[in-house]
């Protein structure tokens, strides 16, 4: 294998590998916001409901 299509294929390796990273960092930040989306809420309404018993004293 000459040198100039060894550089090819390590070329080729690098940008896919940077390309899967990309897509990576994309699923794991649209996971983030759908878990964000789904609990969040769910969390507040928790400590709101809470904060009004501790008001209330119980």
């Known amino acids: 294998?000459?040198?100039e299509r060894l550089m090819k294929l390590i070329e080729n390796h690098i940008q896919t590998?940077?390309?899967?990273?990309?897509?990576?960092?994309?699923?794991?930040s649209s996971r983030v916001d759908t878990?964000?989306?789904?609990?969040?809420?769910?969390?507040v309404d928790v400590l709101r409901t809470l904060?009004?018993?501790?008001?209330?004293?119980?």
């Not at 590998?17 to 794991?28: A, P």
Request: glycine residues 4%.
């Open 51 to 58: 904060m009004s018993r501790q008001e209330r004293g119980w």
């Open 35 to 43: 878990m964000e989306n789904r609990f969040k809420p769910k969390a």
């Open 17 to 28: 590998t940077d390309q899967n990273d990309k897509l990576y960092i994309e699923e794991l």
């Open 1 to 3: 294998m000459n040198d």
